[in-house]
């Protein structure tokens, strides 16, 4: 398999990936790993152990959580909600939002920086 994060400009070579099977599950962790990487926005696949997540914080720009697999809390300015695999949820600019994995979950964020 070939490293789906290229260099600055250079594109990936194609080649069919599953994406829960690049980023692994570690015990008492939360792993994360960029796909893709531009000035447009990013990719960036994570793995949370059970129990595990992001602390309340805010970003810029809008970003598109895709669960993988298992099941999470997302709060969005205060509100929760729970997504499982193959489900999606928007995380919209300048909104505060935290995630806890309800049982190990992987998702694949995307920020859109435009």
Known sequence: MTDPT???GVAPAPEVQRLADLVPY???SVVSR???KR?????T???FDQGEGLSEHTAPFDALVHVLDGEAE???AGVPYHVGAGEMIVLPAHQAHALR???RF???LVMVRS
């Open 26 to 28: 570690q015990a008492g």
């Open 45 to 47: 696949l994570f793995a």
């Open 6 to 8: 290229p260099s600055a």
């Open 74 to 76: 997302v709060r969005i």
């Open 101 to 103: 994995a309800l049982a």
């Open 106 to 108: 992987r998702m694949m």
């Open 39 to 43: 000035p447009a926005g990013t990719v």
């Open 34 to 36: 960029t796909v893709i």
